[in-house]
């Protein structure tokens, strides 16, 4: 085994309140495994806790986070941390991971900021993941992010996020669909950027639906259902990576339950094609 990956494989799928009720009464081929907001469960009792804990008793679970705000100028919020390590540990989370952003400044921002591609960086996310690491007893998966402007870079995307995950020693959440929404609205080619990921750090993928606001501006949204150049790198990656395991991410606009499983099964079929080849 890649001693990046996780051990789950297949396809998973983001659990959201919504889909509590459809996917316990789903009756087709079940998700290989589930991926939960900690800061949407962490202290949830009473029935809607037992709701999540049917789940989480039943399924492989991955946590992704959303406040962390690995890159912020101010002190990791230790309380926090605290909480989400009792977390992972009480429903005895396969992996934790957060996205190479930050999201705070004296309180919280609601989106998720870009970090300057600068080298100063880099060694400061890196130092604030290894805290992170230290914290939660365990290695952490970074995601990279998609956004909308980069003022003072002065390095690629790429080689900023090989050099934050190399220098924390950390594991890579690897976003197909951030890929392609980045590299329409930087112009870069999103099969040279998916070649230069280092395989050894990809622990698991992310794949999601977006917003075409204009010919050159996408909105990752989570809204909609994936699309074919999304699709399309997808299959690349697992060409490159081999069959890694993947996690569909829906967060509103919920469909019927059998189409989010038609986009799961999508996902099997193409780690399929490519265990094949």
């Given at each position: ?5 996780l ?9 959201r ?25 962490i ?5 809607l ?35 989400l ?37 880099v ?8 805290q992170?690491q ?33 220098r ?5 959440l ?48 989570h ?25 569909l ?27 094949a080849?």
């Amino acid at each position: 085994m890649n001693p990046g990956r996780l051990p789950v494989e297949g396809a998973g799928l983001g659990l959201r309140r919504a889909l509590l009720g459809p996917l316990r009464e789903y009756s087709g081929p079940a998700p290989d495994f589930l991926e939960v907001a900690p800061e949407n469960w962490i202290g949830v009792g009473g029935s809607l806790g037992r709701k999540f804990r049917y789940f989480t008793e039943r399924y492989p679970l991955l946590v992704h986070g959303l406040s962390l705000s690995l890159g912020a100028p101010e002190p990791l919020d230790e309380g926090f941390l605290k909480r989400l390590r009792h977390f992972l540990d009480a429903h005895e989370a396969v992996c934790y991971s957060d996205h190479l952003s930050y999201c705070s400044e004296h309180g919280h921002l609601y989106d998720l900021m870009p970090l300057p591609f600068l080298p100063e960086t880099v060694d400061w996310v890196a130092d604030r993941i290894a805290q992170v690491q230290d914290h939660l007893g365990r290695q952490i998966a970074v995601e990279n992010i998609s956004y909308y402007a980069s003022p003072g870079a002065e390095m690629s995307e790429l080689d900023f996020v090989k050099a934050v995950i190399e220098r924390a020693d950390c594991k890579l959440l690897l976003d197909v669909n951030n890929i392609h929404v980045n590299s329409v609205n930087h112009a870069y080619d999103a099969e040279e950027f998916l070649a230069g990921i280092p395989a050894d750090r990809v622990a698991y993928i992310h794949v999601a639906g977006h917003h075409h606001e204009a010919e050159d501006l996408i909105v990752d949204t989570h809204g909609a259902a994936v699309v074919d150049p999304v699709w399309n790198l997808l299959a690349s990656a697992y060409r490159r990576l081999g069959p890694v395991p993947t996690l569909l991410e829906r967060d509103f606009n919920f469909p019927p339950l059998e189409e989010l499983m038609a986009e799961v099964d999508t996902i099997r079929r193409l780690q399929t094609v490519a265990q094949a080849a």
